[in-house]
């Protein structure tokens, strides 16, 4: 089993930065491919991104690509995403997620740990 903890979320204007974090415990963090997944109130969660583990490769929804930038500290069993440029439609609960496959991926039925979430709010 891993346990995620996501932290950082708040409330922020436009064009302005958080950070999110996601700490994990349990089992050994590596190799896991964890991401990033965002649900926005009356939508289905939606993939933002992904990193393997050894940060090598990363992958990006297009809508982010570009202002958010994941990555991981695995002797700190932590994983982030730096997000710049928010825009009011970033607004939604963050969730970190592991996957035991080896190969990046934004498909959610990959992934299967889940953290609780943190909410984003961006106003206008």
């Known amino acids: 089993q891993v346990q995620l903890v996501e932290s950082g979320g708040g409330l922020v204007q436009a064009g302005g930065s958080l950070r999110l974090s996601c700490a994990a415990s349990?089992?050994?963090?590596?190799?896991?491919?964890m991401g990033w997944f965002r649900q926005a109130p009356g939508k289905e969660r939606e993939f933002v991104a992904a990193?393997?583990?050894?940060?090598?490769?990363?992958l990006y929804a297009d809508s982010v690509k570009g202002r958010f930038t994941i990555s991981r500290d695995n002797p700190k069993n932590t994983l982030y995403l730096q997000m710049n440029s928010l825009k009011p439609e970033d607004t939604a609960v963050y969730y970190c997620?592991?996957?035991?496959?080896?190969?990046?991926?934004?498909?959610?039925?990959?992934?299967?740990?889940w953290g609780q979430g943190t909410q984003v709010t961006v106003s206008s």
């Open positions: 997620a592991a996957s035991s496959g080896a190969r990046v991926t934004g498909s959610l039925g990959e992934y299967a740990y």
């Open positions: 349990g089992r050994t963090f590596p190799p896991f491919t």
């Open positions: 990193i393997t583990w050894s940060g090598r490769s990363t």
